[in-house]
């Protein structure tokens, strides 16, 4: 299953971030996805992928995200409005996007991962393997943490964690966030449910 040619235009890159007033490009209902970079002291930035969720806001991977470090999305300059780390999801306030609210859907098995490549949209295509409770920590004494979460069938590249996980309308399911260290044909999102908590 793949989306339409004209829905993969207006997935990414095609939002008009020129100055304030610029419409986004494409089909006003699918969402749109941005790279989100992270300056890192004269370092190689950290770099991940955002999907636009409504005028002015951007959602991305929290781990991403350095302390102080400036954050641009979609070569703007970005403002973290909320991050929760539990369920690795951040909100950015990116001034002067244009972008219709993103849809969140339900329980498609065959989906579509918007991301970015050499700066232009691409979409994989992917299967929802099972929804799942991941539970984690960031040290070995710390307490488990709950994430509600999809285990997907699907290759993906490092900065591509952020990326809109999709159904045939463009509806957002899910945020990818990982792949496996074990099996490069599986990677990992946080389910929907945990992006209305975030947005709501």
Do not use: F, K
Not at 22 to 46: M, N, Q, Y
């Amino acid at each position: 299953m793949r989306l339409p040619r004209r829905a993969l235009g207006m997935l990414a890159g095609s939002v008009l971030l020129a100055g304030c007033g610029g419409a986004a490009a494409g089909d006003p209902a699918a969402p749109h996805v941005v790279r989100v970079s992270v300056s890192a002291d004269g370092l190689i930035p950290e770099v991940a992928t955002g999907v636009a969720v409504s005028d002015g806001r951007v959602l991305t991977v929290a781990h991403a995200l350095s302390g102080g470090h400036a954050v641009t999305a979609g070569g703007r300059r970005a403002r973290v409005l909320r991050a929760d780390r539990r369920l690795d999801l951040a909100l950015l306030a990116v001034p002067c996007l244009r972008a219709p609210a993103v849809r969140v859907g339900g329980n498609a098995r065959r989906v579509e991962i918007a991301v970015l490549r050499a700066g232009r949209a691409r979409s994989l295509a992917g299967t929802v393997r099972r929804r799942v409770l991941v539970h984690w920590r960031d040290q070995p004494a710390d307490r488990p943490r709950d994430r509600p979460g999809l285990e997907l069938a699907a290759r993906i590249d490092p900065g591509d964690s952020g990326a809109p996980v999709l159904d045939a309308s463009g509806r957002l399911l899910g945020v990818l966030y990982a792949r496996s260290g074990d099996d490069d044909r599986t990677a990992w999102a946080v389910d929907a449910s945990a992006v209305r908590a975030l947005l709501g």
